[in-house]
């Protein structure tokens, strides 16, 4: 109703508009150029009238003349006439009350028929339509009330206005026809768009009985969300498909993991058995035939116990790693900045002698299984003060970078770094980027770390180079700790 409304004021305002601009400027051009063309027609007839009146004059028959000039003024548009001498006395009028003052009045004339306007003293406008001087000293007005002159222009306007009232209601009738059927047609789409919106609706709106654009763009409409329907159900489906798929593969994994880490439990438990008896039998060779053995057999006894006490770590750390995947996790808010300065006091008293600047960012809290956590922690801090031993002034950083979105956690040293071609293997079981014999270790440090790491829903990654430090980043799980 509103819209109807508005559509249907503004087309009349326009009309109106339209109409009056034209139809105005028409009326003022015609009433101008009216007027010009009917003062020249009464020059004309000023001439001819002082030519006929010349000779009246010269007879000097005034009561013949005034009957001729009668004559003259009925059913024309001239008001009076005076005939004045050069002298400027009246000779002839048809003045009722005598020719006006004014008239007499006027500027001497000359030989050309000219227009002189003026205002009697009821405020009447009035043109005098003089002829030239004649040669017998004769001068002829003619009278004319400007209302005669826009008697005839009347006419025209009152013709203009009726055509332009006729127009503007013709306007008027058509807009409230527009407008009620726009309307309408736009009432009928919102309906038949409304009845979509529901979709699962599969009946058609009445307007399809009808073959207009609206039915059609209602038709475009109903495809269209058909497709998007279509399009979302396929989404859904695939959404689904694939959920089952990653719980398949997920499963799967699991139950191949938790094989593989059995396996390795038991390997390592059934190790332990022979591992004693070759470091068993190698003490007692040593204690009870000491006396039997050269130098030389006595260090290849003491080379196989070490490798038997090597061995033997190597079977804890595989346990330890293997123990990681099975246990719960716990999660709890974890203080990782008093983590870090714990570690590094516990490294800084068993070794003395080394001086390591700690730079901890204060504050850093995550959600993490407080024990998992800590060990990450142990292996990359105890990592980078193992690898700055060498370092001139050993520095180690820990702090937490990254945007809004997710926080990094890193640790970081100026230590003696690796090669970057080989940074995909960091984070495999017994593999090691250095010599045994410059930095001690097994090589299974990272891979429980990076294990812990999965087990929280994060990432872990590395950044270095040779003799210039090393960079360890994490991420504990987006939604938690993001
Ligand atoms: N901060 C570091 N700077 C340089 N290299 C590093 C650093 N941390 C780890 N690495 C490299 O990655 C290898 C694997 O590290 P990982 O912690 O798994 O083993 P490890 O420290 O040698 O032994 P351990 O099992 O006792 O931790 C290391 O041997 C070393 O070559
Ligand atoms: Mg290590």
């Not at 736009?186 to 609206?214: C, H, K, M, W």
């Not at 516990?346 to 960012?361: A, P």
């Not at 204060?362 to 801090?381: F, K």
Request: hydrophobic share 40%.
């Amino acid at each position: 109703m509103r819209l109807q409304k508005i559509v249907f004021l503004s087309m009349v305002l326009l009309l109106t508009l339209m109409t009056v601009a034209i139809g105005g400027s028409y009326v003022l051009f015609t009433i101008n150029n009216n007027r010009e063309q009917q003062k020249d027609l009464f020059k004309t007839r000023a001439m001819i009238l002082l030519d006929a009146a010349e000779r009246q004059v010269l007879w000097d028959d005034r009561l013949a003349m005034k009957q001729f000039l009668v004559n003259e003024v009925k059913g024309s548009d001239l008001v009076n006439f005076a005939f004045v001498t050069v002298d400027g006395m009246p000779y002839v009028s048809t003045f009722s009350k005598g020719i006006p003052v004014a008239l007499l009045q006027q500027p001497a004339v000359s030989e050309q028929p000219s227009v002189w306007e003026f205002q009697d003293t009821a405020g009447r406008v009035f043109y005098d339509i003089r002829s030239g001087k004649s040669p017998g000293g004769t001068v002829v007005h003619l009278g004319l009330k400007r209302r005669a002159i826009d008697r005839q222009n009347h006419n025209l306007f009152v013709a203009i206005a009726v055509i332009s009232l006729v127009t503007t209601a013709a306007g008027i009738l058509l807009a409230v026809v527009l407008a009620r059927r726009a309307t309408r047609e736009i009432g009928v789409l919102a309906d038949a768009l409304r009845s979509y919106q529901d979709l699962n609706s599969n009946e058609d709106p009445a307007i399809f009985a009808t073959s207009s654009d609206v039915a059609e763009l209602v038709q475009s409409f109903k495809s269209l969300t058909e497709q998007r329907r279509l399009a979302a159900e396929e989404i859904h489906n695939l959404n689904m498909e694939l959920e089952q798929r990653v719980k398949d593969r997920t499963s799967q994994l699991e139950a191949a993991n938790k094989e593989l880490d059995a396996f390795a439990y038991s390997v390592s438990h059934d190790l332990r058995a022979p591992l004693r008896g070759i470091d068993g039998f190698s003490l007692a060779l040593l204690e009870d035939y000491a006396d039997n053995l050269d130098t030389q057999g006595k260090d290849y006894l003491h080379r196989i116990r070490n490798a038997c006490v090597r061995m033997g770590r190597l079977i804890d750390d595989l346990l330890q790693l293997s123990r990681i995947t099975r246990g719960e996790i716990h999660l709890e808010t974890v203080n990782l900045s008093d983590m870090v300065r714990n570690i590094a006091e516990e490294l800084q008293r068993s070794d003395q002698s080394r001086g390591v600047d700690v730079q901890i960012s204060p504050s850093v809290i995550a959600d993490a299984d407080p024990v998992l956590i800590r060990t990450v922690l142990e292996n990359l801090v105890g990592n980078a003060w193992k690898f700055t031993r060498n370092t001139g002034r050993p520095r180690i950083e820990f702090g937490v970078t990254g945007d809004a979105g997710s926080k990094v956690y890193f640790v970081r040293d100026n230590g003696a770094g690796f090669n970057m071609a080989y940074v995909g293997r960091l984070f495999s079981a017994f593999q090691r980027l250095h010599k045994s014999d410059e930095f001690e270790g097994t090589g299974i440090g990272l891979a429980s770390v990076q294990r812990i790491i999965h087990r929280h829903g994060g990432r872990i990654w590395a950044e270095g180079a040779e003799r210039a430090g090393a960079t360890f980043y994490f991420t504990l799980g987006e939604e938690r700790n993001g």
